[in-house]
């Protein structure tokens, strides 16, 4: 089994703090068709205790504050043999604030 990760840094630039967030995924094939689609929470790299690894948590537990910069891991268990092997389309359809 393979474990397939897209890392990358996400930046809240608005006024309130950001609890949780789900991102929807879409990976593509050569002729631009969609082959895989999914929804998945936002998941946040922080690290451990006196920096000896990284942990893997839900937004929700975290909070992405305003002007606070933090990386994130999706994680893709599965992805189509497809896909074009191209960046994932990334879009926020769900956010909740406070």
């Known amino acids: 089994?393979?474990?397939?990760?897209?890392?990358?840094k996400i930046s809240n630039l608005g006024?309130?703090?950001v609890k949780t967030a789900t991102?929807?995924?879409?990976?593509r094939n050569s002729l631009g068709?969609?082959?895989q689609h999914e929804n998945q929470p936002l998941m946040l790299l922080v690290p451990?205790?006196?920096?000896?690894y990284t942990d893997l948590v839900p937004l929700g537990k975290v909070g992405l504050h305003p002007n606070?910069?933090?990386?994130?891991?999706?994680t893709?268990?599965?992805?189509?043999?497809?896909w074009n092997?191209?960046?994932?389309?990334?879009r926020f359809v769900q956010l909740t604030l406070e």
Do not use: C, M, Q
């Open 33 to 35: 068709e969609v082959v």
């Open 85 to 90: 092997r191209g960046y994932p389309e990334l």
């Open 1 to 8: 089994v393979s474990v397939n990760y897209l890392d990358g």
């Open 68 to 74: 606070e910069t933090r990386e994130f891991r999706l």
């Open 23 to 27: 991102v929807e995924v879409v990976f």
């Open 48 to 52: 451990g205790p006196a920096g000896t």
């Open 15 to 17: 006024g309130k703090t």
């Open 76 to 82: 893709f268990e599965h992805i189509s043999a497809d």
